[in-house]
């Protein structure tokens, strides 16, 4: 064990030493299947997947089961609070939770649940609305790498292999960042050399950029604005690179909106406002782009808008879509066309529903399962709901179908996106169930065909 002593935060670091160890809160059930031949596998190293789009170009999964053939359980571990969904590369999976007061990243193995190295900071957590002060972002692995911006801005970068930290910064005093309802959130974007974030700092750094290598700053966008729940991604308008932030976090009076950066300098294109009008709010859902056009939705006063970039990098509003409330998951854009999101801000009234990018148009509304999300494979599109459902479903202009379902448990709150690695399948239930059988803990599915 090393215990280390940084900006005066204590750090509890452990790695393992050759094999991963068994965790004593893991519980195994067996092994996956082998995959199948010509299965295609994919990592999974950042929110939104490879390409930031919800998609992955894993194949050979089963999208169809019943009662008695559903997806095993190959194991479970337990955790502690928080909606950071994991992520996973090269048989790992890293994942971000608050666990005996500690703010805690564990490196786990895929296939077994074993861990690797986990590294514990002691934050003094808080709690608003009834809901926990804990990581609502998940780390961002970038090849030997893992980037982490924790609940009080403290970045840190990581060893992948041994979890040795080889630098940090406590943006949160260094920036006076606003820590939000929850916690600081947003996940650490890695382009190039750079790691950006969602910042929103003091002296209006709402946006900032460091070395990937050695953490030293290397600009800020300035604007007054507070960071968000959104992470910060990658798009190009006109053939332009930019990054998109959807920016407007915990302030009085209420203020944010979407940021268009240039990468390498980090100046705005423009600052186009849209939140809230009440301050117990915040931007939390992650735009999506077709072409030179931008959907981008908060849910509690002004729902959705629909945006055109012109040849100028200025926005100009094409529709807007009061109704069409997204809190905070990520829609789906299939066919370069078709949105398919969940709107509204609670479990009794989220609705799926698909959007025609097009032209503005919603082509349908139905069903009912919580505020949950979608993820799309090369099989398949899979789904989950509130309350612990997994579907595999179909999802077209005309409407959804459910093609199978399993309840892996039942629990509010699933508000964590899936993921899927090597044929694996990850599922974070973030509360205790009703009945008391089962606490918080990410599942493994074998998900292979």
């Known amino acids: 064990m090393r215990v280390l002593f940084f900006c005066s935060l204590l750090?509890?670091?452990?790695?393992?030493?050759?094999?991963?160890?068994?965790?004593?809160?893991?519980?195994?059930?067996?092994?996956?299947?082998?995959?199948?031949q010509n299965a295609v596998t994919e990592d999974w190293p950042h929110f939104l997947g490879r390409e930031y789009n919800l998609v992955s170009r894993e194949s050979g999964l089963r999208t169809r089961w019943d009662k008695e053939t559903e997806p095993k359980l190959l194991w479970e571990l337990q955790r502690g609070k928080g909606y950071a969904p994991p992520v996973a590369a090269a048989g790992k999976v890293v994942m971000a939770h608050r666990l005996d007061g500690m703010e805690t990243i564990e490196c786990l193995d895929a296939t077994t649940g074993k861990l690797h190295w986990i590294d514990q900071i002691p934050i003094d957590f808080g709690e608003s609305f009834g809901y926990p002060e804990a990581p609502q972002a998940p780390p961002t692995i970038d090849g030997d790498k893992v980037y982490f911006m924790g609940t009080r801005a403290l970045l840190r970068c990581y060893d992948?292999?041994?979890?040795?930290?080889?630098?940090?910064?406590?943006?949160?005093?260094?920036?006076?960042?606003?820590?939000?309802?929850?916690?600081?959130?947003?996940?650490?974007?890695i382009y190039g050399d750079q790691v950006i974030l969602n910042l929103g700092g003091k002296d209006n750094s709402a946006v900032a950029a460091f070395d990937k290598l050695t953490g030293d700053?290397?600009?800020?966008?300035?604007?007054?604005?507070?960071?968000?729940?959104?992470?910060?991604?990658?798009?190009?308008?006109?053939?332009?690179?930019?990054?998109?932030?959807?920016?407007?976090?915990?302030?009085?009076?209420?203020?944010?909106?979407?940021?268009?950066v240039d990468p390498q300098t980090g100046e705005a294109d423009f600052a186009f406002?849209?939140?809230?009008?009440?301050?117990?709010?915040?931007?939390?859902?992650?735009?999506?782009?077709?072409?030179?056009?931008?959907?981008?939705?908060?849910?509690?006063?002004?729902?959705?808008?629909?945006?055109?970039?012109?040849?100028?990098?200025?926005?100009?509003?094409?529709?807007?879509?009061?109704?069409?409330?997204?809190?905070?998951?990520?829609?789906?854009?299939?066919?370069?066309?078709?949105?398919?999101?969940?709107?509204?801000?609670?479990?009794?009234?989220?609705?799926?529903?698909?959007?025609?990018?097009?032209?503005?148009?919603?082509l349908w509304r139905e069903g009912n399962y919580g505020r949950g999300n979608f993820l799309e494979t090369a099989d398949g599109v899979f789904a989950t709901g509130e309350f612990g459902q997994f579907m595999s479903v179909r999802l077209t202009p005309e409407g959804p179908e459910i093609l199978s379902e399993m309840q892996p448990f039942y629990s509010p709150e699933t508000f964590c996106p899936p993921t899927i690695h090597d044929g694996l399948l990850f599922l974070v239930q973030s509360t205790t169930e009703p009945d008391g059988s089962s606490e918080p803990r990410i599942l493994c599915f074998d998900l292979r065909r």
Request: net charge negative; with cysteine.
């Open 11 to 36: 750090f509890v670091s452990w790695s393992a030493s050759g094999e991963p160890s068994h965790a004593d809160r893991l519980t195994t059930h067996g092994s996956p299947r082998p995959r199948a």
């Open 160 to 189: 992948f292999e041994s979890g040795e930290i080889l630098w940090k910064r406590d943006l949160g005093k260094e920036f006076e960042v606003e820590t939000h309802f929850f916690g600081k959130g947003g996940a650490p974007l």
């Open 273 to 362: 406002p849209w939140r809230a009008t009440r301050e117990a709010s915040v931007n939390s859902s992650t735009p999506r782009v077709v072409g030179n056009r931008i959907f981008m939705s908060e849910a509690y006063t002004e729902g959705g808008v629909l945006l055109d970039i012109g040849d100028t990098m200025q926005p100009t509003v094409f529709q807007k879509l009061p109704k069409t409330n997204v809190q905070f998951m990520t829609p789906l854009v299939r066919e370069g066309r078709y949105l398919y999101g969940i709107t509204e801000r609670t479990d009794i009234t989220a609705t799926w529903f698909c959007l025609d990018m097009e032209t503005g148009e919603e």
């Open 217 to 260: 700053s290397r600009w800020t966008t300035e604007q007054e604005w507070d960071g968000s729940y959104a992470s910060p991604t990658p798009v190009s308008f006109h053939g332009q690179p930019r990054i998109l932030v959807f920016a407007g976090g915990k302030s009085k009076p209420p203020h944010g909106g979407l940021l268009s």
